[in-house]
């Protein structure tokens, strides 16, 4: 015990101090408070074997409650989601950046040894056409289009021209590079091969300013900026046929994507959440964007919804797990900032895998970590009444804005149910870092907002509502990761 807590003051010191981890504030705030006494705190009282005994946690999470003046209403009815440990862990963890084994690991396992080759964006004689062109209205043979103007002819001239020397034939390959290379603060390898009568891509950068991604995808199921996987929510259940469901079993799915993380080399890494998806025409859906009655443009396209939709499947969320204890998937990505702290940013890791009855068609692995590292085997928390009695208070506090919305002529009257609650790690960022952070106990509250619009309720998509500290109650933000 006095190794492990010299290693906790040792990260104490290291990390600083961290944001969201103080007594719970009566302000809309997320403050600081000292790491050292955060994990000594962690450290003391009862014996947390016994889970759900120790922290007095009942069969469901109930009640009403209305505030700001009575604009917002909150109730419960929610399941309470506890992992399947007798003691809570307490961690550090460190993000890194993808390696050359990774890449050689990539290669062997989707490409299976076939041919690596280039993708190619442009032809020799598309680049000639191009050029062509810009040369036609470099004469005045051609009207100028789009925001070229003459000033900028010679630059877009040099350019193909450059490409036209460069690019490969129509139907030539040429061999990809299976090592990074640079481009300015970038370093990345992209390619594709056939495997098993598929055309497949790889897509691998390490990006110090942003974030470190790998994307693998069949094709058609994906590209490197956006998967056309979509969940079967896209289409309201309420205009579809019959229930969204793919033609092959969870447990299959499982048990694919699980084959998939072993021969990648993960290990303590496990699926936290399961998800029916249809691929689709990415075109088309891209052209649904910004449809004013999107109900209206599914039902009319229903029918022939075959046309573009590939394929049916499942997309499987995995996460790291420390001691058998998960970290809890979201789709919050952890991305916000506050001006002047915690200014780096450092997304939540997302290990995704989506599965058709043939296998593996997508794989995304985005900002990576190295395994966690246990600092403590046993963490004190809170029961689960001390937490239940912060949600009450808190969840009003968090929802103060409406007063303020109504007070600048909107009427802002949300309704918000919350369905589950879940008690898992959370990575917390070390100040003014990046790179290094905690894995801290959290209780997570899902819940669903409800609006009015035009006399009717407008329910917003599922999310955490609110983030209570396991150890000592206080708020933390999914959205900034403290």
């Avoid at 550090?92 to 989707?110: N, P």
């Avoid at 058998?324 to 997302?350: C, D, K, M, Q, R």
């Avoid at 509250?445 to 409800?450: A, S, V």
Wanted: proline share 5%.
């Amino acid at each position: 015990m006095k190794r492990i807590l010299s290693l906790l003051l040792l990260a104490c010191f290291a990390f600083g101090l961290l944001t969201g981890c103080q007594k719970t504030p009566d302000t809309p705030v997320v403050i600081q408070k000292d790491q050292e006494q955060m994990l000594q705190t962690a450290q003391q009282g009862k014996d947390n074997s016994a889970l759900l005994a120790a922290l007095e946690v009942p069969e469901r999470f109930t009640g009403d409650w209305t505030g700001v003046n009575d604009f917002v209403h909150v109730t419960a009815d929610a399941e309470i989601v506890l992992p399947n440990a007798d003691k809570i862990p307490t961690g550090s963890i460190a993000r890194r950046d993808f390696t050359q084994e990774d890449l050689d690991t990539f290669l062997r396992v989707f490409f299976k040894g076939q041919p690596f080759y280039e993708e190619i964006n442009i032809t020799k004689q598309q680049a000639l056409a191009e050029l062509e062109r810009y040369q036609a209205m470099q004469r005045g043979d051609i009207p100028f289009s789009g925001d070229t103007t003459y000033e900028k002819l010679p630059d877009v001239i040099a350019y193909y021209a450059e490409l036209a020397r460069t690019a490969p034939d129509e139907g030539e390959l040429r061999m990809a590079s299976t090592s990074f290379v640079s481009d300015g603060p970038l370093e990345k390898m992209s390619g594709w091969a056939e495997v098993d009568g598929r055309k497949a891509h790889l897509w691998v950068q390490n990006y110090p300013d942003f974030w470190d991604s790998a994307v693998y995808y069949v094709q058609g199921y994906g590209d490197p900026n956006n998967s056309n996987c979509q969940p079967s929510t896209s289409v309201p259940d309420d205009i579809a046929k019959e229930p969204f469901q793919p033609d092959f079993s969870v447990s299959e799915a499982i048990q694919m994507g699980d084959t998939l993380i072993a021969e990648l080399g993960f290990e303590n890494v496990v699926c936290d959440q399961i998800t029916p998806v249809y691929f689709a025409d990415a075109m088309l859906l891209r052209g649904a964007v910004g449809v004013e009655d999107a109900e209206s443009y599914y039902a009319s396209r229903w029918d022939d919804l075959d046309r573009f939709i590939l394929d049916t499947g499942f997309q499987l969320q995995y996460v790291r797990s420390l001691n058998g204890f998960p970290l809890g998937y979201t789709s919050v990505e952890g991305i916000n900032v506050e001006e002047g702290n915690y200014a780096s940013v450092w997304p939540y890791e997302t290990i995704e895998v989506c599965v058709t009855k043939d296998g593996v068609v997508y794989f995304k692995w985005k900002a990576p970590t190295d395994s966690p590292v246990l600092e403590l085997e046993d963490t004190q928390l809170m029961s689960f009444d001390e937490i239940a009695s912060v949600f009450e208070r808190m969840i009003m506090v968090k929802y103060s804005y409406i007063q303020t919305i109504n007070d600048n002529g909107g009427d802002a009257r949300p309704r918000i149910q919350i369905d589950k609650v879940r008690l898992s790690l959370m990575r917390i960022k070390a100040k003014n870092s990046r790179d290094t952070g905690l894995l801290i106990p959290v209780w997570d509250f899902y819940g669903t907002e409800i609006y009015q619009r035009d006399g009717m309720d407008v329910p917003l998509e599922e999310t955490i509502v609110l983030t209570i500290n396991a150890i000592d109650g206080s708020m933390i933000s999914r959205e900034l990761g403290y």
